[in-house]
């Protein structure tokens, strides 16, 4: 199965797990099957067009899905997502 | 500018000069560079003592803050002595006592969209060590505009990131910058602040000596900077990765902006405002014997360091557990400074109509401060 590394500040909606096993096909799917057993992270991921919103950067392996084909992109058995907030450090 | 080595230097640099590609040409470059630091906090600290001890000619310091108790845990500039001061003074002090031979310049200010222009233009290269969205993005618009190379770095909790923005390439371009990565910020709240979020006290020395290295090796031209890339490290489950940062066409930096209304920061002063009551007076209501509810809405481990013996309902809940909260008699609401709590307040009364809140101005810090100094102001 495919693995979503979680970051730091939204693992406080994923009872402070820093992984999730998936088995979408897409890193649309993978994400949204991570979204919907951790109700709680919806609205920080998607906006109301169920698009991967822009403060959160998401990576197959090493690459931007940006630069893929977006949440398009084919997810491999064995991939790894990241997720990557924005983080500033201190007051925001 | 001479930027020969006087043979006291040659002495203290001695290893670097040792190293094959860096040599007595590389120690010479550091004399010549010039470095803002943009924080002199948990990551500056860091950064700028090794910058120091490193040789780094020019080095200004930009913050505008005192040293807290709070700060001790992480920022290693300053000791016990120095709580109460200038940050940016302190550090000079503290440099200047490790390396002499450096030209330190303090700025005791805010780096604001009026002075940054005017701060960057001085210096080759701009280490963020910043602790807010909307100075990074200003840190980040004032580099690229400016021509300046950004060495950034972020912590949070157990978490740092680290790149080079805007770093020279080959054919005349720059490398991508902050908004390339991250377009727009969090909306406030997502990421929670170092009072609630924390950070491990030793993961801004490691981060922040990551950062150093970068800067270093900007100046020198040693190595392969870490531009068009973005390090993450977390110190939890000891793994790093080294992600792509690819430049966005649709990234456009024409200007400077108003940052707090860019990162959707609305100032105290445009929001609705809350009934309060003083610490002073909480102190008589209890010492009268008054019949009211006290409602704690920080965090669980804020709350166990120290608290007022109110009931305990973090602000991320409040709502979930507004039929805990009473409607008949006073109910005061605090958490550490009074912000959290005012938002807590607005929340209750918009949602379910309370009009009997009252919030205690200055939170747990100002009760610390005006009434009982035996609790911890954390």
């Given at each position: 199965m495919a693995k979503i590394i979680i970051p730091t500040p939204l693992r406080k909606f994923t009872d402070n797990t820093s992984s999730f096993e998936t088995s979408g096909n897409t890193v649309q799917e993978a994400i949204e099957q991570l979204a919907q057993a951790h109700s709680g992270l919806e609205r920080h991921l998607f906006d109301d067009n169920r698009?991967?919103?822009?403060f959160i950067k998401v990576y197959l392996g090493e690459d931007d899905i940006n630069s893929l084909e977006k949440g398009a992109t084919a997810v491999a058995s064995n991939a790894v997502i990241s997720i990557v907030p924005a983080i500033a450090g201190g007051i925001n | 500018m001479n930027t020969s080595l006087t043979p006291a230097e040659m002495a203290r640099y001695a290893r670097h000069i040792a190293i094959p590609e860096f040599g007595l040409q590389g120690q010479e470059k550091l004399k010549a560079g010039r470095v803002l630091v943009i924080g002199s906090g948990g990551l500056g600290s860091p950064v700028l003592l090794y910058l120091a001890a490193a040789g780094v000619g020019h080095i200004g310091i930009v913050d505008f803050d005192t040293v807290d108790d709070s700060n001790l845990q992480r920022q290693v500039?300053?000791?016990?002595?120095?709580?109460?001061?200038s940050k940016a003074e302190t550090a000079k002090e503290r440099l200047l006592a490790l390396n002499p031979h450096l030209d330190i310049v303090v700025y005791k200010t805010r780096f604001t969209r009026e002075n940054a222009l005017d701060l960057v233009k001085d210096y080759d290269v701009v280490a963020d060590g910043t602790d807010n969205f909307p100075t990074r993005y200003l840190v980040n618009d004032a580099c690229v505009l400016a021509g300046k190379v950004n060495v950034y770095a972020s912590i949070f909790q157990f978490e740092g990131q680290v790149s080079v923005f805007n770093y020279p390439l080959p054919d005349g371009s720059r490398g991508p910058n902050y908004r390339d990565m991250f377009p727009e910020p969090p909306p406030p709240g997502l990421v929670p602040n170092c009072a609630e979020?924390?950070?491990?006290?030793?993961l801004p020395g490691i981060i922040g000596s990551m950062q150093a290295s970068e800067v270093i090796k900007v100046l020198t031209g040693v190595g392969e900077p870490l531009a068009g890339r973005l390090f993450l490290f977390d110190a939890a489950s000891f793994t790093t990765r080294i992600l792509k940062v690819q430049k966005s066409l649709d990234t456009k930096i024409e200007g400077l902006i108003n940052y707090e209304q860019f990162c959707g920061i609305v100032s105290p002063d445009e929001l609705r405002p809350v009934k309060e009551i003083t610490v002073q007076e909480l102190y008589d209501w209890q010492v009268q014997g008054a019949d009211f509810q006290l409602i704690d809405v920080r965090e669980p481990h804020e709350y166990a360091t120290a608290n007022l013996d109110g009931e305990l309902i973090p602000l991320g809940s409040v709502s979930g557990a507004?039929?805990?909260?009473?409607?008949d008699k006073k109910v005061v609401v605090h958490c550490r400074s009074g912000v959290r709590s005012a938002k807590a307040i607005r929340e209750l009364e918009d949602?379910?109509?309370?009009?009997?809140l009252y919030n205690l101005k200055g939170g747990i810090l100002a009760w610390a401060k005006e009434v009982d100094a035996s609790v911890p102001a954390v």
């Open positions: 698009n991967i919103r822009s | 500039l300053f000791t016990t002595e120095d709580v109460g001061k979020g924390g950070v491990l006290g030793v507004a039929h805990r909260i009473l409607k949602q379910f109509g309370f009009e009997n």
